[in-house]
């Protein structure tokens, strides 16, 4: 829609902008809960660059090897690729990766049960806010094109310098990802306070994943290990995210007999 501004002379992408201020949202979310809950925020914060580096590497690793087929680079030139954020190609499995990595690390490290409760729900509701500002500005900036329309959702090139301007209208996912979001995000909140639970936080990642392994049906990008069963394709996206829809259901049973 509208994928840069132009400050002091220079362009800068809407991708940027929503990074910097989503980070803002985590932080300041995450401060603001770990004073409430008497949490140390300097034990969430230090560990954010190495998080950070973690999560890029292995977001732009997976794009690479996906895309050229070379899972194991050994010369520089291969090396320079991966870590160059060239074009933000990055890929949603190296994504999910890395947060299975980050998480089970995080809470190994937390002995206490009752301290477990609380970061969950400290990083939980930090999550949410951010990715809910975050995804609208993946909506303006359009370097992930989704399925054309020209319904009556349809979204549209703002500037000259849109991808958008190739179509008449496409599917505004991002914006419909951040509406669900919200939505999912109020209940489990309000469940939450109800019972009197800090887990459910697991529920709103099982269907955070599940919204977007619908609205993947609508993106247009290149598709790996593809599997068409009936009008429908699967790629590695859907299986990664199948995969840890099912370790967060059997997480969430096992937590519950043990009432966590």
């Known amino acids: 829609m509208y994928p840069y501004i132009e400050l002091f002379g220079k362009e800068i992408s ?28 300097l034990k969430l914060f230090y560990r954010l660059p190495g998080w950070i580096i973690l999560s890029y590497i292995l977001w732009r690793y997976t794009a690479y090897s996906l895309e ?10 291969n090396l320079i690729t991966i870590l160059s954020p060239q074009n933000y190609n990055f890929h949603f499995v190296g994504l999910l990766i890395a947060s299975w990595i980050l998480f089970y690390i995080f809470f190994s490290n937390i002995k206490r049960t009752e301290n477990k409760r609380i970061w969950i729900d400290i990083l939980f509701f930090s ?3 951010s990715l809910i500002i ?51 995000h109020f209940i489990i909140s309000m469940i939450s306070i109800i019972s ?31 599997i068409t069963i009936s009008w429908i394709s699967f ?3 859907q299986y990664t995210s199948f995969i840890l829809i099912i370790s967060c259901i059997i997480t969430a049973i096992r937590r519950e007999k043990k009432k966590f």
């Open 68 to 77: 050229t087929w070379n899972y194991f680079p050994t010369s520089t030139a």
């Open 14 to 41: 809407m991708m940027t902008i929503g990074v910097i201020i989503s980070a803002i949202i985590f932080l300041t979310t995450a401060w603001i809960l770990t004073k409430r809950n008497h949490q140390d925020f």
């Open 235 to 237: 790629d590695i996206k």
């Open 196 to 226: 009197k639970k800090n887990w459910l936080w697991i529920r709103w990642i099982i269907w955070i994943l599940l919204v977007f392994n619908i609205v993947f049906l609508f993106q247009s990008y290149p598709r790996h290990w593809l």
């Open 134 to 184: 975050f995804w609208i500005f993946l909506t303006l900036w359009d370097s992930v094109i989704w399925t054309p329309t020209d319904n009556i959702f349809a979204i549209r090139a703002l500037t000259d310098n849109s991808n958008l301007n190739k179509f008449d209208g496409v599917y505004p996912i991002w914006l419909f990802i951040s509406f669900w979001t919200l939505i999912i």
């Open 127 to 129: 999550i949410a806010n």
